[in-house]
């Protein structure tokens, strides 16, 4: 239960700075919000210019004494205590009490007195500390405002009616209980928030915690799945090199279940390396794609409302998976952010260039696009995963806007020494048009 003892020892929770009332519509009141004690300067001074014209418009009556200098700093005097009405709720309602007190005493004709109201009420609805204090000292300033007005009424020369004694009191015990009241208001208020935030935390906390508890098992299970085909194919490596001379078809079956063993821990690897990489289970769990499948990433750009142009240029070479599912993640992804930000009418070109040492990729649009600190930021690897796949074979990746309009994707893959064996299955350059 938060209590208005911990509020005050929590400074986030501190009742000076809370942003009331609720809604903070105009630039006046988010300004008051965020500068509490200049707002309450400027109300203190509003309300002492009102009270110093009450003053000065007063007209004496019988013994009423006039407005003169003394009397108008002691109505400076009660506006400066009312500026700390909030910073420091008690001080301020003990010393504005004084000019009153002073003011009354010396029987000063005016019709404009709220200023003591407003203290009370700010003293019991802004101050953090134990609601016993609070009540104590409010409670004496009450007293002491009350045992004036009760001398106004018995000393001879006044003119005050003994019905104004109970409405002075009233008025500034209804002032004091109505403080309280939105003192205990607020104080639900920040219990209810900070029920809210921790119940949210303990939410993700408890999400996190469940994602953590099933990414650990499947690590366990990827762990046994590769220590068990691992341990199968050592011995059957052993057993292969025993019956190599003698027996060399026993040694061909072994070596065959030596690779079979070898592909089905590696499928099982993949599966489950898959699901580790992304939080979307069931992903797709087919061959890995090559740039022969880039006819079908712009074939599906196309159905998305971007016609799309592939063209690839010069031989293709042999090259290893890894290098070649990168080269192919880079255009996926580049045509993905083509299909979000590139915008309505919109065209996208894709260039493959094959040479010798580098296999050369483009990517351009010529729509709205974005920058790239926004594609950075978007959901997913973006960028950031391109950049990664392409440094991972120690190539180099551009992209930004293009100076036309529209956004371009430059990236170049090296090339193995091994990669310079030629593809029967592919020809020299193809082209798929929108």
């Not at 090199?241 to 065959?256: F, I, K």
């Amino acid at each position: 239960m938060l209590t208005a003892d911990v509020a005050a020892q929590r400074p986030e929770y501190r009742l000076t700075s809370m942003r009331w009332p609720p809604r903070l519509d105009g630039p006046v009141m988010r300004w008051g919000a965020e500068h509490p004690f200049a707002a309450d300067v400027l109300f203190a001074g509003l309300i002492g210019a009102l009270a110093l014209a009450g003053l000065l418009a007063a007209e004496p009556e019988g013994a009423e004494r006039s407005a003169d200098a003394l009397g108008v700093a002691i109505v400076v005097a009660q506006a400066a205590a009312l500026a700390f009405r909030r910073r420091n709720p008690l001080a301020s309602v003990v010393a504005l009490s004084v000019p009153v007190v002073t003011m009354w005493m010396l029987n000063y004709a005016t019709n404009f007195d709220v200023i003591s109201l407003i203290s009370v009420y700010s003293a019991t609805a802004s101050s953090h500390r134990s609601r016993r204090t609070v009540w104590l000292v409010v409670g004496g300033v009450v007293g002491l405002l009350t045992t004036v007005a009760v001398l106004g009424v018995l000393v001879p020369d006044e003119s005050l009616p003994p019905l104004a004694v109970a409405g002075i009191a009233a008025i500034h015990i209804t002032g004091a209980f109505v403080g309280e009241m939105v003192h205990d208001r607020r104080l639900r208020i920040l219990e209810l928030e900070e029920r809210a935030i921790k119940a949210e935390a303990e939410r993700e906390l408890l999400a996190r915690e469940a994602v953590l508890r099933e990414r650990t098992s499947i690590a366990r299970d990827l762990h046994d799945v590769v220590a068990h085909g691992m341990s199968v194919m050592v011995v059957q490596a052993g057993a292969a090199q025993r019956l190599v001379h003698t027996q060399p078809d026993r040694a061909a079956t072994a070596l065959e279940q030596i690779q079979q063993t070898g592909r089905e821990a590696l499928t099982e690897m993949r599966r489950m390396l898959g699901v580790l990489r992304s939080d979307q289970h069931g992903a797709e769990l087919g061959p890995q794609p090559t740039l022969d499948d880039l006819a079908a990433v712009v074939q599906r750009c196309t159905d998305a409302g971007i016609p799309t142009e592939l063209s690839v240029q010069g031989e293709p070479r042999i090259r290893s998976a890894g290098a070649e599912m990168a080269a192919y993640r880079v255009v996926q992804e580049a045509l993905t952010n083509v299909i979000k930000h590139a915008g309505r009418p919109a065209r996208a070109i894709v260039k493959v260039t094959h040479s010798s040492d580098v296999v050369s990729l483009e990517v351009s649009d010529d729509g709205v696009g974005a920058t790239e600190r926004q594609l950075a930021a978007s959901t997913g690897h973006g960028l950031v995963g391109m950049r990664e796949r392409v440094e991972l074979y120690h190539g180099t990746l551009r992209a930004g806007p293009r100076p036309g309009g529209g956004f371009r994707v430059a990236a170049t893959i090296p090339l193995g020494p091994a990669s310079h064996e030629s593809r029967p299955d592919v020809g020299v350059a193809s082209e798929v048009g929108s």
